[in-house]
């Protein structure tokens, strides 16, 4: 069976979303989130990821940190700030699958920053699935520019850069085609569930007792 075909069908069977974080998980910050205790969860946010995990959904997290490559904070300090979300989303009965991250300054012109999509198909390597029509969800256009560039279905959120495109329609035509737009990250998890409900066969009748007959 070819490569690609097997990709498509563990996709089908993966349910997977791929997260922005800051702006879409946590509060975003001009100066950088640089520390755990900068890291404070947007309202509702680890319940909507708690949701998905009970729904059958994988979630996963691509994001630009270019405040290592500026010197701005360390690994260890990014990962206390992981340890923390996880921790918070573990009282919710969530996780996150995987963390991927860009360490670059845009100076190094690498690409797995965000809008390029190296971190996508990295993804789409380590889970060996086929990104295409994988919701992947953000703050930014570089965030969706980056994941429609590896087929990715495009989720745009009105928090963080976002609320800059609040009452903004159509989107600006930098915007994949095909960007959905929600208010929050709860409001694109009751979307995607209801969706998913929506689609889903209608459970089978109950079948009927056979007849009698009675001379």
Request: glycine letters at 10%.
């Amino acid at each position: 069976m070819p490569e690609n075909v097997r990709q498509q069908q563990r996709s089908q069977a993966l349910k997977l979303v791929i997260l922005d974080r800051n702006g879409s998980i946590n509060e975003h910050r001009d100066d950088f989130v640089k520390s755990d205790t900068e890291w404070t969860p947007l309202p509702g946010a680890l319940e909507a990821i708690a949701r998905l995990n009970q729904a059958g959904w994988h979630v996963v997290i691509a994001s630009n940190q270019s405040g290592l490559g500026r010197g701005l904070f360390d690994v260890a300090s990014l990962n206390a700030m992981h340890a923390k979300m996880q921790k918070m989303l573990a009282t919710f009965g969530g996780r996150i699958d995987a963390i991927f991250y860009c360490p670059h300054s845009p100076e190094d012109d690498c690409d797995c920053r965000k809008p390029k999509p190296g971190l996508f198909r990295q993804i789409g390597e380590r889970f060996g699935i086929d990104l295409r029509g994988v919701p992947t969800v953000g703050d930014s256009l570089r965030d969706l520019q980056a994941g429609a560039a590896a087929g990715c279905e495009p989720h745009l959120l009105l928090t963080g850069m976002g609320a800059a495109c609040r009452g903004v329609h159509p989107l600006p035509p930098e915007f994949p085609p095909g960007t959905q737009v929600h208010e929050d990250l709860a409001d694109f998890v009751r979307f995607l569930l209801a969706r998913e409900a929506h689609a889903a066969p209608a459970p089978s009748a109950p079948a009927s007792a056979p007849a009698v007959a009675r001379g």
